[in-house]
């Protein structure tokens, strides 16, 4: 994402470490599986509202981008809180989780919020 661009021309950029992603260590990764589209949205949710308080973005005015599981949550953020965002824009975006199973290189991700942590007989 061209941030430093959207920056310069005056946006407020909110870039949301949320929980499942790398930068708070592994329990936080084992955080996600089956709260997939909760927890990391609640997150994101979270930090919006954070720079709406402290006067950094206009909520009349904000928008979602994100790629891969950004653009899962690009699709999320927008079916879950229509009203907050003003657009969305979802590169190659995670939408048919059961689909990737066999084409994807996170397919235990997949598999788990496709068909759950239950072995099944």
Known sequence: ???TLLSAL???I???NYRGSLGFG???VQSLPGNIGRNDVEDCMAALDAAVAA???DKSQAAVVGGSHGGFLS???MGQYPDRFKCAG???PVLNIALMVGVTDIPDWCYIEAYGTEVRQ
């Open 1 to 3: 994402m061209p941030f």
């Open 10 to 12: 005056g946006y407020c």
């Open 14 to 16: 909110v870039a949301v």
């Open 26 to 28: 592994e329990a936080s």
């Open 55 to 57: 006067g950094y973005a």
């Open 75 to 77: 699709g999320h953020l």
């Open 90 to 92: 979802l590169r190659n």
